[in-house]
T-cell receptor, first 110, second 114 residues
Framework: KNEVEQSPQNLTAQEGEFITINCSYSVGISALHWLQQHPGGGIVSLFMLSSGKKKHGRLIATINIQEKHSSLHITASHPRDSAVYICAVLSMDSNYQLIWGAGTKLIIKP | KAGVTQTPRYLIKTRGQQVTLSCSPISGHRSVSWYQQTPGQGLQFLFEYFSETQRNKGNFPGRFSGRQFSNSRSEMNVSTLELGDSALYLC?????????????FGPGTRLTVL
């Protein structure tokens, strides 16, 4: 079993829809990252959080430490949100290395 | 502040050759981490350098090595290239003044081994 599991693996939605991507982990963590990767490779850090909730524009990230679960929400989705969204945890069990989820490929259709 | 830069952006090599990739972190960042991304394996941690010392290492063979200079710039070297080394190589920098630091990624170097 992977230490970081994301769901869904692929998601296609219509412009304007509310999007939720989930991340569950099984290790002790000090922080969790949500990152975005567009075709071509560049990775952008969206959030780093260790508790509660963070909001940036149309993006919201939440984390529940007790349940070892985090969600990334996109409100009023737009075709430019199409990308791979990756959850990565900073693991205390692995000497603070980042452990990566497999990513969620999101396609927003106009 | 300029972001993380990686050179070259694209590289084509043949089996058996060796390659050196370069990463310049954000000014003031002392930690540089390297990752390999392949379609089958996703993102895999290679190693992390902090103040010119390797602080963490992933599960890669000895053909993969790196170093960090006094200005925090880092290089990664792969010797005796294999077809399976074809991947996107990403580096990320962070302040690393503690253990919990946000990482900022470069655009990556896409290596193709023929």
């Amino acid at each position: 079993k992977n230490e970081v599991e994301q769901s869904p693996q692929n998601l296609t939605a219509q412009e304007g829809e509310f999007i939720t991507i989930n991340c569950s982990y099984s290790v002790g963590i000090s922080a969790l990252h949500w990152l975005q990767q567009h075709p071509g490779g560049g990775i952008v850090s969206l959030f780093m959080l260790s508790s509660g909730k963070k909001k940036h524009g149309r993006l919201i990230a939440t984390i529940n430490i007790q349940e070892k679960h985090s969600s990334l929400h996109i409100t009023a989705s737009h075709p430019r949100d199409s990308a791979v969204y990756i959850c990565a945890v900073l693991s205390m069990d692995s000497n603070y290395q980042l452990i990566w989820g497999a990513g969620t490929k999101l396609i927003i259709k106009p | 502040k300029a972001g993380v830069t990686q050179t070259p952006r694209y590289l084509i090599k043949t089996r058996g050759q060796q390659v050196t990739l370069s990463c310049s972190p954000i000014s003031g960042h002392r930690s540089v981490s390297w990752y390999q991304q392949t379609p089958g394996q996703g993102l895999q941690f290679l190693f992390e350098y902090f103040s010119e010392t390797q602080r963490n290492k992933g599960n890669f063979p000895g053909r993969f090595s790196g170093r960090q200079f006094s200005n925090s710039r880092s290089e990664m070297n792969v010797s005796t290239l294999e077809l399976g080394d074809s991947a996107l190589y990403l580096c990320a920098s962070s302040l690393a003044d503690g253990r919990v630091n946000e990482q900022f990624f470069g655009p990556g170097t896409r290596l193709t081994v023929l």
